[in-house]
């Protein structure tokens, strides 16, 4: 039996059927097309993401999902064509040729919606992802640096990496360090301002055992660990001074003495340092040495902040895509809407913000679809109309049912009279679920003050299906 992640298509229109399968295939979706004549492929209410409706053989398409949705209510159809505006309670949308990605994606967006919003329907599961690690775009911005990167990296010359936090400064040290001569040796990334003062020059050029109190061992330095690769100093405008003095005698020397020892060490290896601080207003107020900047400040390559290179958030969102699917066997996808109103986001964060939202959508909809309104609201910057599902009464009153008699369903108040044995005499069973219905019914619009919004959350049911029900049993407020 196939599972949720299919599409079937039932159409007698064989180049239409043609079309589907291509455009299909090219969003990520996984489908079965067939024509009429096979139509017990729908053999399980629950059994398809979408059921996508076309010409029928001596019956109009209409009238066909109908008869469909009668057997199996809980599934989504889609016709191809005009619905002439019809509404039908599993009818999640239409389209029109010629077919394009956008509408595409929109009613797959819908039919999702229709399995996770139906009642009962399970929550799905979540996965993690990683952050987002690679340089993509077309913008004329991002295009500079990969050319600066490709540039200096032949070279052994020091590079200082500028910009925001979370633009991926890291990402260009690790660029140029694999399109170097050291791609073979190691990359040695080390937080300046994460490390405590004291403990830096420990941390960087490693001590002699006994050289200071918890020295209990002799210890290489990042330095010595990157012998034959590269180094990359995160967050250099965090340096003490103190250590600025001696990072300046190492890139000008080309060696170092371990803590609690005379002996020199050569350094080979190259340095990249990175800061999304302003160095120069820092040497202004005396707190970054100016001598160490220009050691530093060899080949400059500065990143642009997200906001300033909007058009490439589409390709940023694929690569990171292309990365869970390879890694984690994870996905999700965009509507163009979605991907539009994330393109108006101000990007505080760059990057890395970019990258925690995904991997946020991936936990809530792996492998799903996602829309505006599936954006966390700060990032909703586009006005769209919200689509509820509407389902059949028969499909609400099953539910209302299931809830009342599920076992862990907690009572509006105390236990109802209900034979907990069938009488000899028999029951009238659909009077008895009336009654009971009827008895819940009212139970709860007098708690909620005979709000009938607040009546029908607690009864679990859309509030026109409790309207309904009420003009069904004639139910209505003493004073009214």
Known sequence: MQGLSDVLVID??????????????????????TSSSNISLINSEDCWRAVFIGDIADEDPLE?????????????????????GVVLPNLVGSLMAPFNY??????????????RKRPGGQPQTSTQT??????????????QVRQLIEQVSVT????????????????????????????DGPFVPVNCGAIPAELLESELFGHEKGAFTGAITTRKGRFELAQGGTLFLDEIGDMPTNMQVKLLRVLQERVFERVGSAKLVKADVRIVAATHRNLEGMIAEGKFREDLYYRLNVFPIEMPALCERQ??????????????????????????????SLMLHPWSGNVRELSNLVERLVILYPNGVVDV????????????????????????????????????????????????????????????????????????????????????EQLGMRRTTLVEKMRKYQIARDDE
């Not at 956008?102 to 399995?115: A, F, G, K, S």
């Not at 990683?130 to 295009?143: M, N, P």
């Not at 209302?400 to 907990?420: G, K, Y």
């Open 12 to 33: 007698d229109n064989s180049d239409r059927r043609a079309q589907l399968e291509l455009l299909l295939g090219f969003v990520g979706e996984s489908c079965r097309i």
């Open 64 to 84: 066909f999902i109908q008869r469909l949705a009668s057997v199996h209510p809980l599934q989504p159809y889609v016709l191809l064509g005009d619905d002439k």
């Open 102 to 115: 956008p509408q595409m994606t929109e009613v797959i967006h819908r039919c999702q919606d229709y399995h």
């Open 130 to 143: 990683k952050l987002f690690r690679s340089l993509v775009g077309r913008s004329d911005a991002i295009a």
């Open 156 to 183: 052994d010359a020091n590079v200082l990496v500028l910009g925001d936090s979370g633009t991926g400064k890291e990402v260009v040290a690790r660029n140029i360090h694999y399109l170097s001569s050291r791609r």
């Open 311 to 340: 058009d490439d958030i589409p390709l940023l969102l694929q690569e990171l895509v292309s990365r869970l699917e390879a890694e984690h066997n994870a996905s999700v996808r965009f509507t163009d809407k979605a991907i539009d």
């Open 373 to 456: 309104s599936d954006l966390p609201p700060k990032y909703r910057h586009i006005d769209v109309d919200p689509y509820e599902p509407v389902y059949s009464e028969e499909v609400m009153e099953r539910e209302s049912l299931n809830a009342l008699f599920r076992e862990d369903a907690e009572p509006l108040i105390a236990e109802p009279q209900v034979p907990h044995e069938l009488p000899d005499e028999g029951i009238n069973l659909k009077e008895m679920l009336s009654e009971l219905e009827t008895d819940y019914i009212q139970q709860a619009l007098v708690r909620q003050d005979w709000v009938v919004a607040r009546a029908a």
